[in-house]
């Protein structure tokens, strides 16, 4: 499916748009699949995957056309790299055929729930390693060519964008970004941070996102941060700066554990979805871009619902007007 250059992308709007949530930690605490390096991109050539992606989605898509917000449709590639692949039993020949698939069932998806919606097939890259710890960091130059292919991959079957999700290093994200400027694609990096605010190889936000911007000619679109809870870098924009108006998006973990305290977690820690729909309307006040919103380890559709809620709520100002979008929470 060919992108259609008539749906706006999100630094292209104000529009609000909405992302999904936890789906890992969905898919392994909640629907008890067996997960062997935390992957679940085998799954979607199963009946059973299939099924169980498609409920997940549809909560989502359903919270999507409720508030007439835009839906980020995130491919199941978190994993899809060769690193991980070698350890899955995966070779190079394998890895393509599974991003191409993954491609294909998100315009399937968007198919069947998203008419009338502005859906947006998103090419997710992960990073090479691990998304909590940055055991080695490549150069750039070595991040683009590892990351290259997959970014070719989703090029050619005509992504709408691009998101290297839980960066934890600055090269690796300048890498995805270069891979997807050399191939056309809007580029998104976000990054993971550690409980002090900085990502885990010690860099501030403000600093990452500068070096990123730097290094890049088709620099990224916008900046996220996944797989942090707020509590970790509220305090981040306090200092202000151009910086904070790169930052679109937020895909906030539940849990206020670190990483390393989730690492040995045996049971999914959900949070409170009230309380973080509130910390996320509190965000809206400092960043002023913010137009994506999401959920990462822990959250489901119950908690992105929240957020929208909390975040709709400041605008909607008349006594009935507001409606709670979360009636399973």
């Known amino acids: 499916m060919k992108r259609n250059h008539n749906q706006p992308l999100p630094h292209q709007t104000d529009d609000l748009f909405v992302t999904d949530a936890g789906f890992e930690t969905s898919m392994l605490f909640h629907k008890g699949f067996d997960m062997p390096h935390f ?35 995130d491919t199941n590639t ?20 599974i991003n191409k698939s993954a ?30 710890d940055p055991e080695d960091v490549m150069t750039a130059e070595d991040a683009e060519s590892y ?9 050619d079957a005509s992504v709408d964008m691009v998101s290297a999700l839980t960066m934890t290093n600055v090269p690796e994200a300048v890498g995805v970004a270069r891979a997807a400027g050399d191939r056309g694609l809007p580029c998104i990096v976000s990054f993971t941070l550690e409980t002090d605010g900085r990502l885990p190889t010690g860099e501030t936000l403000a600093d990452a996102i500068s070096q ?11 900046y996220m941060i996944n797989c942090a809870h707020p509590d970790h870098f509220a305090e981040t924009f306090g200092e202000g700066g151009d910086w904070v108006g790169r930052i679109r998006g937020l895909r906030a973990n539940a849990s206020r554990m670190s990483h390393a305290e989730l690492d040995e977690c045996e049971t999914l820690d959900d949070g409170d979805p009230h309380e ?9 006040q ?22 929208c809620n909390a975040m709709l709520q400041p605008v909607k100002t008349r006594p009935g007007e507001i409606e709670t979008l979360a009636g399973t929470a």
């Open 39 to 73: 992957a679940f991109y085998p799954m979607l050539e199963t009946d059973e995957g299939r099924a169980a992606m498609r409920t997940y989605f549809a909560d989502f898509f359903a919270t999507a056309r409720k508030i007439g917000a835009g839906y980020i449709l």
């Open 286 to 307: 400092v960043l002023p871009n913010l137009n994506v919103v999401g959920g990462c380890c822990g959250t489901d559709h119950r908690h992105v619902a929240q957020i």
């Open 103 to 132: 491609v294909t069932f998100a315009n399937m998806l968007r198919h069947e729930y998203g008419a009338g919606l502005n859906v947006l097939v998103n090419g997710v890259v992960g990073p090479r390693g691990d998304g909590y």
């Open 212 to 222: 990123v911007d730097a290094a890049c000619v088709h620099k990224p679109a916008y």
């Open 78 to 97: 978190w994993r899809a790299n060769p690193d991980w692949a070698r350890l899955l039993g995966h070779d190079l020949d394998d890895l393509a055929a």
């Open 147 to 155: 990351h290259g292919p997959q970014v070719g991959i989703f090029a």
């Open 276 to 284: 973080l729909g509130a910390q996320y309307a509190q965000l809206q």
